[in-house]
């Protein structure tokens, strides 16, 4: 199954960019033996539209647009929070049920329509406190990367 990331918004080159692509890359190293291939990252720019329910579904619109079929998680503060197992978990389940392409979402500062919301296969959360686009695209590689070793029982996932 390829996994692949849509972000709203653009990393700029700097430690937070460095660290999420640090992780990124040992997922894409540890994930095939799984049949986990990472599909890489995908940005479009903050939408300019004048309100939140504009600017939301113009970004959902673009998002729809380059989705394939498969299953859509969103990074939402409505989401469940998952430790890390389940998390995994989560990915193994979509990988199992045959699905070719699972693609996480992550929002611009307006979060996702509530379209998007209604098509997804799952909500997630990091937590309560909302966090910056950059710091969430580094926990959902750190995340990703995470999940592959526990799936594998590699011993970096210590409980």
């Known amino acids: 199954m390829r996994i692949g990331i849509n972000a709203v918004g653009r990393m700029k080159a700097g430690p937070e960019r460095e660290l999420a692509d640090r992780y990124l890359d040992r997922f894409a190293k540890a994930g095939p033996p799984l049949g986990l291939e990472f599909a890489g990252v995908a ?46 978990q989560l990915i193994a389940d979509h990988r199992d049920r045959g699905l070719r392409q699972l693609t996480f979402a992550i ?45 594998s029982g590699h011993p970096y996932h210590r409980v």
């Open 43 to 88: 940005e479009s720019a903050e939408s300019r539209l004048g309100t939140a329910a504009e600017r939301m579904r113009e970004e959902a619109a673009r998002l729809d647009a380059a989705l394939g079929a498969g299953g859509l998680i969103l990074l939402d503060e409505r989401g469940k929070n998952l430790a890390s197992p389940a998390f995994a």
């Open 107 to 151: 929002g611009g500062p307006d979060g996702h329509a509530a379209t998007l919301r209604d098509q997804a296969t799952a909500l997630i959360s990091f937590g309560a406190a909302t966090w910056p686009h950059q710091m969430v695209r580094v926990m959902l590689g750190e995340q990703l990367y995470r999940a592959a070793t526990i799936l």
